[in-house]
């Protein structure tokens, strides 16, 4: 499903318009967005929880040299799905 699709089933299942649906979605992710870069979870009970975690620094190879390459550190966001959520997954 894209972003696209997304919006239309939200749009139907609340009886809202797709452009009204839309700005609700790219205000929801903003917001995850500049929660997480400044360090703050963001809990979606049931759902799961986003989170900034620090990638180690670290030594890799480039494929077509062989080549030992450093590789620094770096956040990146991370995501943890809630229990509920999992749990439907196994079913």
Do not use: C, H
């Amino acid at each position: 499903m894209n972003k696209a699709q997304l919006i239309e089933k939200v749009a139907a299942e609340t009886q809202t318009t797709k452009a009204q649906t839309e700005r609700m979605l790219d205000a929801t992710i903003d917001i995850i967005r500049k929660s997480v870069k400044k360090g703050d979870e963001v809990k979606l009970v049931g759902f799961g929880t986003f989170t900034k975690a620090k990638r180690k620094a670290r030594t890799g190879r480039n494929p077509q040299t062989g080549k030992a390459i450093k590789i620094p550190a770096a956040w990146y966001p991370k995501f943890r799905p809630g229990a509920e959520f999992k749990t439907m997954l196994r079913k």
